[in-house]
C-alpha cells in the first residue's frame, strides 16, 4: 500500500544545530507540504512543493528551508535551531489536482 | 486571504449520544473544498469527511455526517452514536479549487476542537 513516512519520530537538538525532518511518500504524489502544530494554533503551512524542484513558502517559513531533487522526498531543514522551533512536524501530500492530502504520522522535534 | 474558525476549543458527549462541532470560514472564492480531520492521541491525521462547495447534498461517511451551509459559511461536523474511539481533535480544513496546471492547493486549518466520549 501507498503511504507517507516521516524520520525521526522524535529528536532532541540543542540550540543552533542545524537539523534536516525527513519525508517519504510513495503515492507518486507530485504536491508535498510540511506544517507545524502547536498548541492553539492548529497546522501551519511551512513549506510546500507542486513538483521536483518547486519550492514555495507558506505561513511560517522563517529558519526553515526545503529541497525537491525527486518526486517522493521533501527534507525539511532548519538552519539553525532555536527554541520557537520546538513543536510537532507533519509532512503531507496529494495529487496534482490538489485533492485529499494525506499525512504522515508527524515527528516531535524538542530544541534545548 | 482565507481564514478557518471553530469556536469550540472543547467539546464532550455521551457515548451513542450525538453531537455537533461548529465551522465557520471566510472567502470569497465560489468553488473550494472543506474538509473535516480527525487527530487522535496517537496524533496521526485522519480524513473524516469531505465536501465539494459545487454540491448541494451534504457528504455523509458512516455515523458522520456535515451541515453545509454555503451562503452562512459553515461546516458543521455531526458524530451520531458516539462511540470511545471517537475521542480526539477534530480539525476543519479549507482548500482552494483546482485551476489546472500546477496549482495543488494549500489547506488553512482551524485551530480545533477536542471531543471528550463519556462512557
Same mark, same amino acid.
Given at each position: 500500500d501507498a503511504e507517507i513516512t516521516q524520520s525521526p519520530r522524535h529528536k532532541i537538538t540543542e540550540t543552533g544545530r542545524q537539523v534536516t525532518l525527513a519525508c517519504h511518500q510513495t503515492w507518486n504524489h507530485n504536491n508535498?507540504?510540511? %506544517?507545524?502544530? =502547536?498548541? &492553539?494554533?492548529?497546522?501551519?503551512?511551512?513549506? %510546500?512543493? #507542486?513538483?521536483?524542484? =518547486?519550492?514555495?513558502?507558506? $505561513?511560517?517559513?522563517? &529558519? %526553515?528551508?526545503?529541497?525537491?531533487?525527486?518526486? $517522493?522526498?521533501?527534507?525539511?531543514?532548519? *538552519?539553525?535551531?532555536?527554541?520557537?522551533?520546538?513543536?510537532? #512536524?507533519?509532512?503531507?501530500?496529494?495529487?496534482?489536482?490538489? *485533492?485529499?492530502? %494525506?499525512?504522515?504520522?508527524?515527528?516531535?522535534?524538542?530544541?534545548? | 486571504a482565507q481564514t478557518v474558525t471553530q469556536s469550540q476549543p472543547e467539546m464532550s458527549v455521551q457515548e451513542a449520544e450525538t453531537v455537533t462541532l461548529s465551522c465557520t470560514y471566510d472567502t470569497s472564492e465560489s468553488d473550494y473544498y472543506l474538509f473535516w480531520y480527525k487527530q487522535p492521541p496517537s496524533r496521526q491525521m485522519i480524513l473524516v469527511i469531505r465536501q465539494e462547495a459545487y454540491k448541494q447534498q451534504n457528504a455523509t461517511e458512516n455515523r458522520f455526517s456535515v451541515n453545509f451551509q454555503k451562503a452562512a459559511k459553515s461546516f458543521s461536523l455531526k458524530i451520531s452514536d458516539s462511540q470511545l474511539g471517537d475521542a480526539a481533535m477534530y480539525f476543519c480544513a479549507y482548500r482552494s479549487p483546482f485551476y489546472g496546471g500546477t496549482s495543488g492547493s494549500r489547506l488553512t486549518f482551524g485551530e480545533g476542537t477536542q471531543l471528550t466520549v463519556n462512557p
Amino acid at each position: 500500500d501507498a503511504e507517507i513516512t516521516q524520520s525521526p519520530r522524535h529528536k532532541i537538538t540543542e540550540t543552533g544545530r542545524q537539523v534536516t525532518l525527513a519525508c517519504h511518500q510513495t503515492w507518486n504524489h507530485n504536491n508535498m507540504f510540511w %506544517y507545524r502544530q =502547536d498548541l &492553539g494554533h492548529g497546522l501551519r503551512l511551512i513549506h %510546500y512543493s #507542486y513538483g521536483v524542484h =518547486d519550492t514555495n513558502k507558506g $505561513e511560517v517559513s522563517d &529558519g %526553515y528551508s526545503v529541497s525537491r531533487s525527486n518526486t $517522493e522526498d521533501l527534507p525539511l531543514t532548519l *538552519e539553525s535551531a532555536a527554541s520557537s522551533q520546538t513543536s510537532v #512536524y507533519f509532512c503531507a501530500s496529494s495529487g496534482s489536482r490538489g *485533492e485529499t492530502q %494525506y499525512f504522515g504520522p508527524g515527528t516531535r522535534l524538542l530544541v534545548l | 486571504a482565507q481564514t478557518v474558525t471553530q469556536s469550540q476549543p472543547e467539546m464532550s458527549v455521551q457515548e451513542a449520544e450525538t453531537v455537533t462541532l461548529s465551522c465557520t470560514y471566510d472567502t470569497s472564492e465560489s468553488d473550494y473544498y472543506l474538509f473535516w480531520y480527525k487527530q487522535p492521541p496517537s496524533r496521526q491525521m485522519i480524513l473524516v469527511i469531505r465536501q465539494e462547495a459545487y454540491k448541494q447534498q451534504n457528504a455523509t461517511e458512516n455515523r458522520f455526517s456535515v451541515n453545509f451551509q454555503k451562503a452562512a459559511k459553515s461546516f458543521s461536523l455531526k458524530i451520531s452514536d458516539s462511540q470511545l474511539g471517537d475521542a480526539a481533535m477534530y480539525f476543519c480544513a479549507y482548500r482552494s479549487p483546482f485551476y489546472g496546471g500546477t496549482s495543488g492547493s494549500r489547506l488553512t486549518f482551524g485551530e480545533g476542537t477536542q471531543l471528550t466520549v463519556n462512557p
